[in-house]
């Protein structure tokens, strides 16, 4: 029996022996691998660096506490708060403007009394400046207050205005200075829809429905599946309008893929598609649609639409009828010298002609160009005077950032132009726009324009001369 007791012991400490070395072993060589790890990476090999230990942050309080504790073995006692500075040694300045009022620490020299007199002095005015900054905000504030009251006050007596007096007798009053004046200060968001549809009006005749919409999208979808390869310019222009939805007034969130008027922006452009082939879609077309679907319902924005996009001048631009177009920039250039000669002549001598920035203001009426609610100020006299106002639109843009316009070259004229600032105001631009004149020589927009068409018929006919010879 104790010869087994005995053999037991042995295995049990020859085992144990094994763990314990083992352990070692398993232990050193961890140790090691890590060791060789930190050791083996390139910056530590080529300098011959020391690897950096791996400590947690320490706090403010223990930071100090070690001070202390090392002055104290050092044979200098902590240095005690005077009567003038905070017993706070956590303190932490909630500004980098407060630090100049603190004394120095003990271990520097103080500061002189003058060097803390200026001190003081500039934080003063720093604090007096910072006051004035936050009156002058609070009063800005309530400056935009009292005017949004304003605003407000004023659209809801306008609006009374026009469903009351205006809407009812329309054909009769819409030409009216009393009409004309209350159009130009803005079309309260309520009525804005209605008026537009009447100021547009259908010429085309369209009585279509939203069930003659979808129908229209459904047969314009079949013909494609059913012609195939024939109808690749139609496919095309579905891709086209596909990719166009998505990068409409992208900040809304409303007209991308899972946005709720996504699936009606989609419908109005493909069967207006549908409905005029000859036109197809365009770039710039989904702008104008959002915004008559964000204003009116949808047989409605389908009709304002179709009948929009019949104009003479956007007819000739979706149409790239370039000799019509090259009219429309002869014309504006006219109006340009005449309001501002010193632009004009800055384009000119950097050879910077008006379709660079023109053709993107016309092709979207301005939607994309100008903020949301400046872009529907703006087609609120644009359905009040036609095409006219687009071009004057133009020249009371160049006209609110002429001084800035004239310090650019070629390549940032263009660049501010095709992208204009987000703060345009309302105010700003049409008072801008109230400054410029729509006549040269006598003669209005309508009387240029004639003249420059019957040019036009008179270089395609010939000369008199040329005919009877």
Not at 99 to 108: C, D, G, K, T
Not at 127 to 153: S, Y
Not at 335 to 343: D, I, K, Q, T
């Amino acid at each position: 029996r104790l010869t087994s007791y005995w053999m037991v012991f042995s295995m049990l400490r020859l085992t144990s022996g094994f763990t314990m070395r083992s352990g070692c072993f398993f232990a050193r060589g961890l140790f090691s691998r890590r060791q060789r790890e930190a050791h083996s990476a390139p910056g530590w090999k080529l300098f011959g660096k020391v690897p950096p230990r791996e400590s947690t942050p320490k706090d403010s309080r223990t930071i100090q506490q070690e001070y202390e504790a090392k002055t104290s073995k050092a044979g200098h006692s902590p240095p005690q708060p005077t009567s003038g500075r905070r017993k706070n040694l956590q303190f932490e300045p909630l500004s980098t403007t407060a630090l100049i009022l603190e004394e120095r620490p003990a271990n520097l020299p103080a500061k002189p009394e003058e060097e803390a007199q200026r001190h003081r002095q500039e934080y003063n005015e720093m604090v007096a400046e910072a006051k004035k900054r936050e009156l002058k905000e609070a009063q800005k504030k309530k400056q935009q207050m009292k005017e949004r009251f304003r605003q407000e006050e004023s659209i809801a007596s306008a609006m009374v205005v026009w469903n009351t007096e205006i809407l009812p007798n329309w054909d009769s009053m819409r030409s009216t200075r009393k009409v004309k004046d209350l159009w130009w200060q803005g079309l309260p968001p309520n009525v804005r829809g209605r008026v537009w549809s009447l100021a547009i009006g259908n010429d085309l005749n369209i009585t279509a429905g939203i069930l003659t919409l979808k129908s229209l999208w459904r047969s314009y979808v079949e013909s494609i599946r059913e012609f195939g390869a024939s109808m690749a310019d139609r496919e095309s222009s579905l891709d086209l309008i596909k990719l166009d939805i998505s990068r409409t007034f992208p900040s809304l969130y409303i007209f991308q893929k899972g946005g709720p008027y996504h699936d009606l922006l989609h419908s109005v452009l493909g069967a207006y598609t549908c409905y005029r082939p000859d036109v197809g879609y365009v770039q710039g077309m989904s702008f104008i649609a959002a915004v008559l679907i964000l204003n009116l319902e949808e047989a409605d924005a389908f009709i304002a639409f179709a009948n929009l996009l019949n104009k003479p001048c956007q007819m000739a631009f979706f149409r790239v009828d370039h000799e019509l177009m090259l009219k429309y920039f002869a014309a504006f250039e006219v109006f340009f010298e005449e309001n501002l000669p010193r632009l004009f002549s800055h384009f000119k001598s950097s050879g910077l002609t008006p379709d660079l920035y023109l053709i993107d203001w016309i092709f979207t009426l301005y939607s994309k160009s100008l903020p949301l609610d400046v872009a529907c100020r703006v087609w609120d006299v644009f359905c009040r005077d036609g095409e006219e106002f687009l071009f004057r639109t133009g020249l009371g843009m160049l006209r609110l950032y002429e001084d800035t316009l004239l310090c650019m070259d070629f390549i940032h004229v263009a660049q501010f132009l095709t992208r204009l600032p987000d703060d345009v105001s309302a105010e700003r631009l049409f008072a801008s726009i109230a400054c410029t004149q729509m006549t040269s020589g006598n003669r209005k927009w309508s009387q240029v324009f004639s003249a420059l068409m019957k040019d036009k018929e008179m270089d395609k006919s010939g000369s008199p001369c040329l005919k009877s010879s």
